[in-house]
């Protein structure tokens, strides 16, 4: 081998992957062996074919074609009439069972040598059979008696343009009527040469302007790939390889993004890059270049105005860029802001490696910074950030989120929630959690070096029942946490490490007279000096103490129909509490008589006003991760929730947040920005001028990942799964165990063997569902051929405390391999910000429900290192069948495979679970403070509403014009939340009410979570 030498770790690491692919594919096909103890046909998934009486017989359907199938195909199109003349090969092994008293009775299966035969075809317009004699001839002098196969050719003149399938049929007689111990074909291929062609072309879609649309031939059961012009040969599996993006595109060198050097000199850097961009815009969407383009390329007259709209909207685009230039230049502020917040994001990066951002993240800084100086205005939109290529979502947030904390405090909001941040999942991401952490951290040191005045920057983690307690009580009453309960205080660890100084060894611990559950570092470097981390994880002290920054899972928005304190997310809490440590204070209520939330708060009433203007204190940012999840009922269901906190903090503030998004599509944001947010959507960036490349990413020639579509034959797809996953850890315990003749074979430099079986020794295999991904587990420990297989499961099921454990064990492996955890079964919950970059290799059982899924899971692996994902299609399923026939296409594509998501705010069913929250939080948020006393109670409620005047037809009114059921077409809803409130107001005049708080009026209480609506069920306007 040469070059072997100097061969770099990338390198080797995909001639390994190349290594693991032909291992995994002879392994389905049978190549190699010589005999065999079981049957064949209960054996290989690959390059098999069944014998066509036989299929034909159990069947009448294409589904069990596709899953044993008789024949295998290319389908091409002939650029000239018949008749058509080309030159076909076959190859082709059997199997054959000798008798009990053969040469080794143990395994008397045994495999013949090759049939390679090459069959001159020549076809008139009705097609024909060929060779079938030759191969029958050839099946019998290798030592298979009785198998037969033809070429078949069919012609398809009912295209618009004839196409030619060419086959190769099994025509073996049946089993039963033979004396064929097995009558099946093996390891079967077929080349076509010969024959002029013309490609296929993909149908129009919207942006078809992107991309080639070009295809030389089609597979049928099978690839197809070209191995020079004109010359076609079938493949097992689809192989498609894509390949790391580099982030400048611009003719002049990349201008110096390096957050030190934006932290003390930004703007010359800045308007080189927006110079850039205005030169690439220029060279690559002006009319002249489109107008050449059309013409080289054969647009369409509707392909070209589709173009012309891209065009309009990346100089849109452009245009926002500059205005945040010069808002940076005009207003000291927000430079400020800017400068503060690269140097904590410099200090959160120390020793990790990279010291700089990619142009686009500093790009969408500078079109989102328009929200600072002009609020109102900009939170007519929904920015979302689309990450078609993975890398640097979390930090491109975390820039955005920091220059408005830093800006908050530099002009006078001392205190409170700047963003709140929310992710679809039930559980969020541990690792996502300390990355804003580490961030804050950053900032904080940042903050006190510069001396910026007001709190110090925190971090709140408020999630669903299934993460953090909601409070700490003294006694327990029924399930609630005290002190005392089992797990106290370590079950509650969230962070990983500390984010000032990254030592592991936190403690936690819960301050009885603070009544705060605390993080502490104990390190004795660490710059925060073993005091309680900032970092609130009970609901109620993020309430009590309204961290700059809160994270959490999408659901917990449904506390704010209930809990009065979650007032302090929309607007300002109520006061403060004299008693140091117990922080703000909310509604009166029996248990917090003073509205203090610590039990038995010893402060009374002379509580403290609040220190800043109480309408800063509504958020300036409302973050949404993957925006594509909030669909179906769960996004009919937030729509409303959205609209109720936009209501909540107008009234109590006058102001709306901005909110960010990102998503993984692109597909129907607009729609979705307008249905979920009544805003209107804005993508950053703009795709470019041609699929895979714009002015924010190139491909390069780095392979970033192999995916490989395999469509199994004749067996389960859970056998295909455990057999690939079995021939992964066989591949990669050779290595370990025979490191010289594994290196030989795959031409890998030994110096890289530890550091292979490290990257690519723990395999990830995907499920969509809970039932697939515990199966997997289960059927892997009893099913392999290799010993001591560790596996682990990560789905939404696991426990909160073995996420951390497993991540851990998964960023940090043991010493021995033999410990390590081998195999991952995981399903969705892997595929939100699980960043582990010892993940390298997948099987995905079936395709995911949705190409966003897809897009967004097979993104866990070859993060750092190339990747090598399975793609089992479930090939009976008619969605996994097509998406086979087109797989390079559907990866390099995906995008715009995404269907438009499902989405509506107008569902009735919906609306039925969500009007007892906007009721219960306008009385709790709006109309108890303003009452000035205590509306908890229906007696107490009954009173107010008949000293105020309120009547259920107001109040119906008010509640339709929240969720923007207010026109022409709405009629029927606005009828059903008028019955709903004459339904409440019913029970709460009457005085015999089994009512004992308000919450628990009218035909059903507020939601407790978000997801509490039924996932799957459909939503219809
Ligand atoms: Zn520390
Ligand atoms: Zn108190």
Redesign the pocket.
Known sequence: MSGVGDQSLEQACEAFVDWLDRRVVAAGRGDGLSRLEVAPSGTFWLGRLACEDEVRKDVSDDRSERLDPCAIAIRLRPAAAPPWSMTVTVRARAWVKDPKDGPDPDRRWWRTGLVEEVVSVLASGEGGTFGGKQLRDAFAAVGAPGLSAEVRVDVEDWHRQTEVVVQLVNTSPEKKVSDLTDSHLYETQLDVSGLPAVPFELEALPDSFRYDRKVPAYGVNVGVEELAAGVFRTSDSVSVRTYRPDYWSGSAPQPDLSFMRLASDPLPQLQALVDALHEYDHAHWSSKTLDARQAAEGWTLDMRARADESAEQVFAELARLRAGLALLRGRSEILRAFQLMNKAISRSAEGRGYTSWRPFQVGFLLSAIRFLAEPEEEARYVDTVWFATGGGKTETYLGLLLTAAFFDRLTGKTMGVTAWSRFPLRLLSLQQTQRFADALAGAELVRRDEGVKGAPFSLGFLVGRAGTPNRIVPKTEGDEITPDSPGMPDKYRVLLHCPFCRDENLQMRFDRQRWKLEHRCTSGNCPWKGQALPMYVVDQEVFRFLPTVVVGTLDKAASIGLQQAMRGLVGPPQKL???EW?GF?YAERSKNP?G?L?PD?Q?GKALKPLPMDPKRFGPSLRLQDELHLLRDSLGAVDSHYESLLDHLQFELCGTRAKIVASSATLTGYEHQAKVLYQREGRVFPQPGPRAGESFWTVPTEKPLRRFVAVAPRGVTLEHVSDRTLDALQRCVRQLKDDPASVCAEAGIDRKHVDMLVSLYGTDVVYGSTLYDVEAAGRSLGSNNTVEGINVEQLTGQTEFDDVRAILDRLEKPEEDFAERIHVVAASSMLSHGVDVDRLNTMVMLGLPLTTAEFIQTTARVGRRHPGLVYVLHKIGRERDAQTFRQFTQYVRQGDRFVDAIPITRRSRRVLDLTVAGVVGARTLMIREPASKQRLSTPAKLRQYARDSGMTPAAEAAAVASVLGLDGAEDSLHREQIAEWLQAWFADLEDPATRATFVSELGPRSPMTSLRDVEASAPIHD
Request: hydrophobic share 20%; aromatic share 0%; charged share 0%.
């Open positions: 509490c004299p008693v117990h204070t003073n203090c610590v708060c402060g």
